[in-house]
T-cell receptor, first 110, second 113 residues
Framework: SQQGEEDPQALSIQEGENATMNCSYK?????LQWYRQNSGRGLVHLIL?????REKHSGRLRVTLDTSKKSSSLLITASRAADTASYFC??????????FGGGTRLMVKP | NAGVMQNPRHLVRRRGQEARLRCSPV?????VYWYRQLPEEGLKFMVY????????ESGMPKERFSAEFPKEGPSILRIQQVVRGDSAAYFC???????????FGQGTRLTVV
């Protein structure tokens, strides 16, 4: 069964706008990670946030984590057409298994 | 530094044949994960191995599927007597420690005809 569930499943925005994707999970976690996947390619790691952290930044990416609500959000600011991809959240638990959600398909229109 | 290498990139098998998918992790990484992905869907966890040991295989069907990560050589995901429903992209990832980022290969796209 999937641990994380992303919301929305699909998102279409104009270049320059911000994109926000949410992830909810079910059980306690050690950390939560966000990955990006271009069509038909392997996944690329974006950012990792540990269970004792609440917010993390990397360039145009901002990730928040709310362990009380078992949720995380990924914000991409000033989006570009090249940001078009699928974005997945993944969690690790005590068993160290890395479990993925169903993903958000982001389309950034030029 | 070479990343995670998977081969073959594409594999076509007839129903009933065996499929062997190889994954060479990043040098020095001892944790390997295998995932299966259907088009437009997320990655479904199959198995987690740590050098010669299977840590968690809860996502892998008990029949026809097996995985190994020997002391020397790549990790192998083996599917015996393939069926059409096995057609999917299979991704391998590796990490140096637990609870760290995972590095993904480009996947093997298996087509069963």
């Amino acid at each position: 069964s999937q641990q994380g569930e992303e919301d929305p499943q699909a998102l279409s925005i104009q270049e320059g706008e911000n994109a926000t994707m949410n992830c909810s999970y079910k059980t306690s976690i050690n950390n939560l990670q966000w990955y990006r996947q271009n069509s038909g390619r392997g996944l690329v790691h974006l950012i990792l946030i540990r269970s004792n952290e609440r917010e993390k930044h990397s360039g145009r990416l901002r990730v928040t984590l709310d362990t009380s609500k078992k949720s995380s959000s990924l914000l991409i600011t000033a989006s570009r057409a090249a940001d078009t991809a699928s974005y997945f959240c993944a969690t690790t638990n005590a068993g160290n298994m890395l479990t993925f959600g169903g993903g958000t398909r982001l389309m950034v229109k030029p | 530094n070479a990343g995670v290498m998977q081969n073959p990139r594409h594999l076509v098998r007839r129903r009933g044949q065996e499929a062997r998918l190889r994954c060479s992790p990043v040098k020095g990484h001892s944790h390997v994960y295998w995932y299966r992905q259907l088009p437009e869907e997320g990655l479904k966890f199959m198995v987690y191995l740590q050098k010669e040991n299977i840590i968690d295989e809860s996502g892998m069907p008990k029949e026809r599927f097996s995985a190994e990560f020997p002391k020397e050589g790549p990790s192998i995901l083996r599917i015996q007597q393939v069926v059409r429903g096995d057609s999917a992209a299979y991704f391998c990832a590796s990490s140096p420690h637990k609870d760290t980022e995972a590095f993904f290969g480009q996947g093997t796209r298996l087509t069963v005809v």
